[in-house]
């Protein structure tokens, strides 16, 4: 029997009725395997044992020190945790529960945002061998001297990645509150299909362009691992989408160029102009934004000056230091970067003349470009998303199976 890993998010353990599907896929999949079950803390802001929950129990001020608040948010996962065992043994299924520290999943002393440095599978391996379904609070470990850690926001995705490569899992579910991966977000694009089967690094560039159906982290862990996962809705029995590399891809998928629409709001473009004769320009802007911690992105630099995105909660702040250091910044406001996302595109010409003719004959302005070999990105402003989506999905026909 394959050790496979399944990692229930927190919307797939909130309710009774939710936990129920939940017993319903490990009793299946342990007649196959071996199983390691990963969960997220219960629900969502507003139930009492959701992570924001755990959060706001921390006062208005939000005055904690960085590894007590760690240890308070552990308790969200190991009361999931602990609730399923429960519920498991209840039915007679043999089970017990582990803490990230305790499933080996050892890191460094970054709390709240920690880097895993170690797995440690020998506790998990012997549970599994004495015929227990091992259940394994997510989002968190330990540090080498016994310290509680927890992995950043949506780490739970990364505890099952991560326990998958290291216990050489045949496979890691993520079971989730959509059906799989589809061409794209369906609130806006009403034919959004979903996807049999998708690449890594498909996966990794839409789960970083707003799909957040799987961290990107955790796509990165499998890809690294070869490790194959599957998205899928803990409320069906739908298989949901296959995420792997290509060895694993079917021929329909080799044969398409564009495989979904992705999406971000809430971005500012800023455009910067060099001064006459101003050979260090660049350096004193990227660094400024360095220093005070403002991610760029859609960065283009040329002699004469320089254009790039902060989201736009950074706007102010970045135009605040622009001037400071002497420029006379231009900014356009909420914008949208959409992606378009096909580990077929490489190669391929035509794709960009298609994105351009799209755009074009919807009257959308394409304010900035950049592409690497899985995906074109164009900024377009906010108003203009939802068209934009549209006017690609259908011309890349990506409503068509
Ligand atoms: N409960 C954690 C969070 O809300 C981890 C997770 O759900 O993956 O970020
Ligand atoms: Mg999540």
Known sequence: MGILVQK???????????????????????????????VSAMGRSGDPYATDSL???????????????????????????????????GQGIESTVLTGGQAGIVTDHHYGQAKIIDMQTAAVLKHLQQGKVVIVAGFQGRTDTGEWTTLGRGGSDTSATALGAALQAVRADIYTDVSGI???????????RPLTHVGYAEMCNMARQGAKV?????????????????VRSTFSEDEGTLVSGPLQAS??????????????????????????????????????????????????????????????SDAAQALALLRGIGYDPQAVHSCA???????????????????????????????????????IWVLVREEDMVPALRALHAKFELHLP
Do not use: W
């Open 8 to 38: 229930f998010g927190g919307t797939s353990v909130s309710t009774p009725e939710a936990r129920g599907h939940v017993v319903r896929h490990i009793d299946r999949e342990r007649q196959q395997h071996d199983l390691v079950v990963v």
């Open 55 to 89: 959060l706001a129990l921390t006062g208005e001020s939000g005055q904690l020190t960085a590894r007590e608040r760690d240890m308070l948010l552990c308790c969200g996962e190991i009361i999931s945790a602990v609730t399923l065992c429960s519920l498991l043994q």
């Open 182 to 192: 589809l061409t794209a977000d369906p609130r806006f694009v009403e034919n959004a």
């Open 214 to 230: 799987i961290h990107p982290r955790a796509v990165e862990i499998a890809a690294q691992a070869n490790l194959p996962l599957r």
């Open 251 to 312: 021929a329909a998928v080799q044969d398409r160029h564009v495989t979904g629409i992705a999406h971000v709001g809430g971005i500012t473009q800023l455009s910067v102009q060099a001064r006459d004769q101003e050979s260090d320009m660049q350096l004193q802007v990227f660094q400024a934004m360095a220093k005070h911690g403002i991610s760029v992105d859609f960065i283009n630099v040329t002699p004469s000056g320089a254009v790039y995105t902060v989201f736009d």
């Open 337 to 375: 970067k959409v992606s378009v996302i096909g580990g077929g595109m490489n190669g391929v010409p035509g794709i960009m003349a298609s994105i351009v003719e799209a755009l074009t004959l919807s009257g959308i302005t394409i304010l900035q470009s950049a592409d690497s070999n899985s995906t």
